[in-house]
């Protein structure tokens, strides 16, 4: 008899799969692909919405069957159907660097997928400090998530802001993003080595991407997307990885089309906000690296 049902990717799976409906856990299974899906050339990823044939529950096993549209795709991590990067800095120790988050949250704007911006270590600062940031990163076009892992703070809010979606998480190293897995998922190292045993191999011996099931619901990656970010957008992109330039070119546009906003004349965006001279140095390293782009040589 064959019995199928969709499953949703949670292992890494070039082999071997663990799924799990929306909101359910079900046991971990072990799949193989289909012939015909290896036929054409159809990859299973993390994250994909999967048809599976043949369940064995006494033997854990199945088959993919099918791979259902995805909605996105990253490659790092390869990960599918993920919505959003939750962006994770601390407020103190290490300070908050304006300018590093912004590198990163223009990295995270060029994926187009929802950025929830969540800060660390709000029990290293005072409320009026926390106050401060909020506003400012207000007025750069962001809602914070102000959390303090260590003493437990705002972390219903963050889980209400992952629920119902894949999100990817991205970051600086120091900051406390495996404290909050830890943390948002106390069995992490449990799940990690029932999944080792069931794949026969350790988790750090292959590449290994994983969601994790939240709380609240909602699935989150482990492995942290981008942490030095490099910028390698199109120069006239750029203006619209920053959502105070963006909003001003929502309904009208500068004099010349591929305007950089620099000193054309009648420009939108040019002016009085904050980050316009982030803006400038990022667009200098933008069309930098453009132009050595251009020198290299073909690959033929
Ligand atoms: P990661 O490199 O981003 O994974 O950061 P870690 O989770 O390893 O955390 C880096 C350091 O920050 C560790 O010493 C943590 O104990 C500390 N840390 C994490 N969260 C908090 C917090 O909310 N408040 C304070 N004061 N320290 C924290
Ligand atoms: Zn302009």
Redesign the pocket.
């Known amino acids: 008899a064959v019995q199928a049902n969709f499953y949703q990717v949670r292992l890494d799976l070039t082999t071997a799969v663990e799924k799990s409906q929306w909101g359910e856990t079900h046991p971990l299974l072990l799949c193989t692909r289909r012939t015909r899906l290896k036929k054409i050339g159809q990859k299973v990823m993390v994250g994909d919405q999967v048809l599976i044939e043949e369940i064995d529950l006494a033997d854990g096993r199945g088959a993919i069957a099918q791979v259902l549209p995805r909605k996105t795709e990253l490659q790092r991590p390869p990960v599918a159907n993920a919505e959003q990067i939750v962006l ?1 800095f601390a407020l103190e ?1 290490p300070s908050l660097d304006p300018w590093q988050l912004s590198r990163f949250l223009v990295k995270a704007e060029s994926t187009s997928l929802e950025i929830c911006l969540c800060l ?2 709000a ?2 600062i005072t409320p009026h400090q926390q106050q401060q940031w909020q506003e400012r990163l207000q007025q750069w076009g962001y809602e914070p998530v102000l959390i ?4 437990n703070t705002g972390l219903e809010q963050l889980l209400k802001r992952l629920k119902g979606k894949i999100s990817i998480l991205a ?1 600086p ?8 897995i830890n943390k948002l998922i106390p069995d992490v190292e449990q799940r990690v080595n029932q999944v080792s045993g069931k794949l026969q191999r350790g988790r750090h011996t292959t590449r290994h991407v994983e969601l994790f099931q939240l709380p609240l619901g909602g699935l989150l990656a482990d492995t942290p997307g981008f942490n030095q970010p490099d910028l390698d957008c199109d120069p006239t992109e750029l203006a619209f990885y920053f959502p105070e330039a963006k909003k001003r070119l929502e309904n009208a546009h500068c004099q010349f089309n591929d305007c950089l906003h620099r000193d054309e004349p009648n420009c939108l965006v040019r002016g009085d906000w904050e980050r316009y001279e982030y803006y400038l140095k990022f667009l200098e390293e933008v069309i930098a690296f453009t132009e050595t782009v251009k020198q290299l040589p073909d690959q033929e």
Not at 148 to 151: I, T, Y
Not at 173 to 180: E, P, Q, T
């Open positions: 994770v120790e660390n270590k029990d290293l303090s892992v260590a003493k970051g190293s120091g900051v406390g993003k495996s404290s909050l």
